[in-house]
């Protein structure tokens, strides 16, 4: 009788241990890479990848990166067919990619900052609404988000005194990563397919190991050298190119000579990345205005002399719009001397920057503002294709318009309200 027993419980413990190892989804996205090729990534705990079912067929995904002391889940990938009607993991619904979206989401700088003596109060929505705006944003109904880089914040524990980013986690880690970017941003995640801008705060030195093996487009390896320099890429998207350029390391009050030929290698491709009108996505823009407190003295400026020495003003030709981040505040810059415009849309969640509300005529490290605005405030853009070109609309964190701006014959008028 004893052994009947112990063959019974056997067979009934037997699917516990087949199931302890199924993965359990943390977080799940589709993100558009070199050549616009879809990728499907998932975080997942458990030791084994889960299924992706593409128009009814189930195959495995591919282990992307292991977890480790660092990152407690593992990261799966698989990559999604241009054409196909449905794809889900876990019985949930990937947004799929559109061929030439007509509506995008644009922000960046979206994590909330504790590092040192600078610190933003997590836990209180009103001074960090990330969260908030990523729910706003996924009521537009975008078919591409685009984030223009700098994702985590977190890099210091939060002070003891500090009680508004109490039981903050900090460093390159999973925790880390999940407070500041995949748990607020599920929403939005699940609403349509993103292209991720490297920022600074992606850097090898700081949080550039977790960029790579989470949103980096390259494959990964977990024993290889984290990668300082990806080169430009090209994601087709119908109407123009979207070409994505890292622009991390170049430092913005001083140029660094060591890294000129670099960044001018990434210019000259421009020329033949992908057929023309570009949008250049880069997380520093080459000219972007900002109010600095020097001694407490106001001085208005701006622009990137790395990326200034770098650059031959002809090689934009082939671009039509400059959309970063990197300045907390939204700005349209028009320039002149046909130079393409420029959006600064790093207004998505940290501390905020300021800026003078008029533009027109202010001196970038040389660069002549023909025209343009900033605004105050968190939020995010939504651009809409209309016609021969693009509405641009300022959402605040509410989701309401502050402002729209016309995007066509290579300029921005932000004249309408």
């Known amino acids: 009788m004893r052994d009947i027993f112990i063959f019974l419980a056997l067979i009934f413990a037997t699917p516990v241990l087949a199931n302890a190892n199924q993965a359990t989804v943390v977080s799940q996205w589709v993100q558009l890479n070199a050549g616009g090729a879809a990728q499907a990534r998932v975080a997942v705990n458990g030791s084994d990848c889960p299924a992706i079912v593409i128009d009814g067929r189930a195959s495995p995904m591919h282990l992307r990166a292991p977890e480790d002391n660092a990152f407690s889940v593992r990261v799966c990938s698989a990559p999604i067919p241009a054409g196909v009607k449905a794809a889900s993991v876990e019985g949930q619904n990937l947004p799929l990619p559109a061929a030439a979206p007509q509506r995008i989401v644009v922000f960046g700088d979206t994590g909330c900052r504790i590092k040192g003596l600078s610190v933003q109060d997590c836990n209180d929505p009103a001074k960090w609404p990330f969260p908030q705006i990523t729910a706003e944003a996924a009521r537009t109904n975008p078919d591409l988000v685009l984030h223009v880089g700098d994702y985590l914040y977190r890099e210091s524990p939060c002070p003891p005194t500090a009680k508004g980013c109490a039981g903050s986690p900090s460093g390159d880690t999973w925790p880390s990563w999940n407070a500041d970017f995949f748990a607020p941003a599920a929403p939005l995640l699940a609403a349509a397919p993103w292209v991720f801008v490297r920022g600074n705060h992606e850097t090898c030195p700081r949080s550039g190991a977790g960029w790579l093996r989470l949103l980096g487009p390259p494959d990964f390896d977990v024993n290889a050298k984290c990668i300082d320099h990806i080169k430009p890429y090209a994601v087709p998207l119908g109407a123009m190119n979207l070409v ?174």
């Open 244 to 417: 994505v350029m890292d622009d991390t390391q170049a430092p913005d009050e001083t140029a660094d000579h060591d890294l000129l030929a670099q960044y001018r290698e990434d210019f000259a491709s421009l020329a033949t990345i992908a057929p023309k009108p570009l949008w250049l996505a880069m997380h520093r823009p080459i000219w972007g205005a900002i109010t600095l407190d020097i001694f407490g003295m106001k001085a208005n400026g701006g622009g990137n002399r790395t990326l200034i020495a770098s650059l031959d003003p002809a090689q934009l030709a082939p671009v039509a719009l400059l959309l970063s981040g990197h300045i907390h505040t939204f700005e349209a810059l028009n320039y002149g001397d046909g130079l393409p415009p420029q959006i600064v849309a790093g207004y998505g969640g940290d501390k905020l920057d300021s800026a003078p509300p008029d533009l027109t005529g202010l001196n970038l490290s040389g660069r002549h503002v023909k025209d343009g605005i900033s605004l105050p405030g968190f939020g995010f853009l939504l651009l809409t294709k209309v016609g021969d070109g693009w509405t641009v609309e300022v959402h605040d964190v509410t989701g309401a318009i502050e402002r729209t701006c016309r995007f066509a014959g290579g300029a921005l008028d932000c004249g309408v309200r």
